[in-house]
Every structure is written in C-alpha cells, then in structure tokens.
C-alpha cells in the first residue's frame, strides 16, 4: 500500500503544480474548483475561515517536492492574510486555521521572524477572545457573546505553539480551560459532540445546544465530530491530561462505527437513511487525527482506520483530470448550506487528504504541532 499512498502523493504535487499557477495569475485564495476554475470564498473575502488550507496545502507539498513554486506560492497567499490583521472585523476564533497553516508553517519549516511574528500576532488574537467565564468566544455578532463551538479545539494549536515560543504559560493555560469546557459541555453519553453551545457569557453556565452545519438540533455533524477528535488528540498531546485522550478515544469509537461500507463519511451521521450526503473533508480530517491518535494511544488499529478512510476517498473520489483544479469530490461545507458547497471540491479537503498522505508516508511536516 506504501506505494500507492507515494504515487498518490507524487499526483497530488503535480497537478496542483499544474493548477496553481492558475490562482496565483488571479491573485486569489481558492476556495473551491468548479468547472476547471478556482473560485474564492463566498463569504467575508480573505478573512474567511479556510485562507490557511491552501498556503497550508503549499507547504506540505515544498517539503514533499523542494519546488521553490510553492513556497512562492504558499508565501502568496500568507501576505494577503497578514494583511487582514489590519482590517481585523471578520477575524474570529478561526485565526487558528487561518495562521497557523500560512505563518506558523513558514515560522516552522523556515524559521522567518516575520512569519514568527504573525504567528504570535494571531496567538493574542485569539487570547484575546477568551471569556474568563472559561471559554473562547467563536464568532463575533453581538448575539454571538455567549457561542463557542467544538472546532475551535483545532484552534487551540495556535496557544499550544505560542506558549512554547515564549516560555510564557498564559497561552497554554488558556487553552486547558477552553478545553476542559469543550469537556465538560459538548461531549456527548454517546461520544459524539455538539457543534454549537450557548453558554452564559458572565456565569459560563450552559444555556443550550444550538443547531450547527449538521442535520439537525442533536444530531452528529461528521465534520464537527472531526474536529473532535483531532482536537482532544492535540490537547493531550500538548497539555498531557490524559482525559483528552479519552474524549478522543471515544469520540474516534463513535466516528469509526459510522465509516461507510465504501470507506466515505456522510455529512451527518443522524442524516435520513437513503439520504446521499458526503462529506469527504470529514473522512480525511478524521484520517489524520487517528493516526496522530494511534501515536497517542499506542493502539495501531486507527491507523488501519485512518487507512480506510484515505483508501476510500482515493477509490471514489479523486479527479485527477481536469474538470476541476482540485483533486478531492464530494466535499460539502454544511448539511443546509448549499451556497458553500455541496459534493464539490473544496481546497480544505484536499489539505487534510494531503495531510493524511503525508503522514501515512512518514513525511508530515506535523504543522499543528
Ligand atoms: N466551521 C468550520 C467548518 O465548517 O468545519
């Protein structure tokens, strides 16, 4: 299989060597692919959320290829998003996968200070979201004061890395408390987790569950179920609490039960039997968060998960012709948001099928560490 997981990887390089050139003539972030073309983002213009997948996608493949092309490229699109800390106003939650994929990989696989900076610019950021009712506000509409959402336990990675940078525990001291809320509120009897939680922005007591980008109020977004579990494997591999370990453990059983036959994730795991509604950025997030979760635990059968994942999504649905400039299909952003994307190419899912090859080939630049 080694080798098939290397010559997938070798494709990936270069086609997007290919395709690219495309987003850099247009000077674009690329969102999604549609009919042979890059398209932005629908909302928010460069500060919206997924600006870090494609510099991020970038850097892995300079470290697979040594190709100057794509640091170029990767270093591209890190300028246009530093340059959003001056307009400030969409910035959310979400600097985590906005900086830490772009700077944080620049800062990490060629230590410049400029990046560096960025890195930590972004870190206070997102420090200074923190609510001392013990949880770091998501998003920014004022009847959003109270909301805090389970992705931003990928977020964390950003306070992990600041506080290692600086000495100064404040950082990380910060993400135990948002992690130990996340805990305490999302994770479910089941181990599955709520996307969305209202909690009292004074006292931080629970107000109640919100519906999120799944099925419906209760049910189980794949995706957000991703998040999870990559995000407490990441808690206990930085804050060494080994009851993050555990909620990543139970959340992957969960996750695992749910793989369908043909190895593909459904967007909701509670969506209407005969319902077809994939959502492929979910299967590969979770392709990469067990296998960081195998290292963790020592139990290897999730990288045989993690495998049957990936396999899945190379088995049905890589293009690599060229209808889309993009590789991974069936891709959708929210279970009622069509508008985002719905079985398409979006770039956050090529990222994570990258990252997951990366890893199953020993060659992961390890980005959210
Ligand atoms: N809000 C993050 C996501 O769509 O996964």
Redesign the pocket.
């Known amino acids: 299989m080694q080798h098939r997981y290397e010559e997938s990887l070798g494709r990936i390089a270069e086609k997007f060597r290919r395709t690219a050139e495309a987003a850099r003539k247009e000077g674009i972030i690329p969102y999604k692919s549609e009919g042979g073309k890059w398209i932005t983002s629908p909302y928010d213009g460069n500060s919206w959320?997924t600006g870090g997948f494609w510099p991020g996608l970038m850097w892995q493949l300079w470290t697979l290829t040594g190709d100057e092309f794509f640091r170029e490229e990767a270093r591209r699109v890190g300028s246009l998003l530093a340059a959003e800390f001056r307009s400030f106003r969409f910035l959310n939650h979400?600097v985590g996968f906005m900086y830490l994929l772009s700077a944080g990989a620049d800062a990490k696989l060629t230590g410049s200070e400029q990046a560096e900076t960025d890195v930590l610019h972004a870190a206070s950021l997102l420090m200074g979201r923190f609510n001392p009712a013990g949880f770091i506000r998501a998003w920014n509409a004022p009847e959003q004061v109270g909301i805090a959402?389970i992705?931003c336990m990928m977020n964390l990675s950003l306070l992990y890395r600041a506080s290692r940078d600086t000495g100064d525990p404040r950082f990380r001291e910060t993400a135990r408390i948002h992690a130990d809320t996340t805990l305490r509120e999302f994770l479910r009897e089941d181990g599955s987790v709520s996307h969305i939680i209202e909690l009292d922005p004074v006292s931080g007591k629970r107000v109640k569950e919100h519906p999120g980008?799944g099925y419906t109020l209760g049910s189980q977004w794949s995706?957000g179920q991703a998040?999870g579990l990559y995000g407490f494997t990441l808690a206990y591999e930085n804050l060494g609490d080994r009851r993050y370990l555990e909620a990543a453990l139970r959340i992957a059983g969960n996750f695992r039960k749910h793989i369908r036959e043909d190895g593909l994730t459904d967007c909701d795991f509670c969506q209407p039997a005969g319902e077809e509604r994939i959502d492929n950025i979910a299967g590969a997030v979770a392709a990469c968060g067990m296998q960081e979760l195998a290292k963790a635990s020592g139990d290897p059968s999730w990288k045989a998960a993690a495998e049957k994942l990936t396999l899945g999504l190379l088995d049905h649905c890589a293009d690599w012709g060229n209808d889309r400039c993009g590789i991974l299909t069936k891709c959708t952003?929210?279970y009622h948001d069509d508008g985002a994307g719905r079985h398409t190419n979006i770039t956050y899912g090529d990222y994570f099928l990258t990252e997951s090859l990366m890893k199953l080939c020993g060659k992961d630049p390890d980005l959210w560490n």
């Open positions: 959320w979400d959402i992705d980008q995706r998040w952003a929210s």
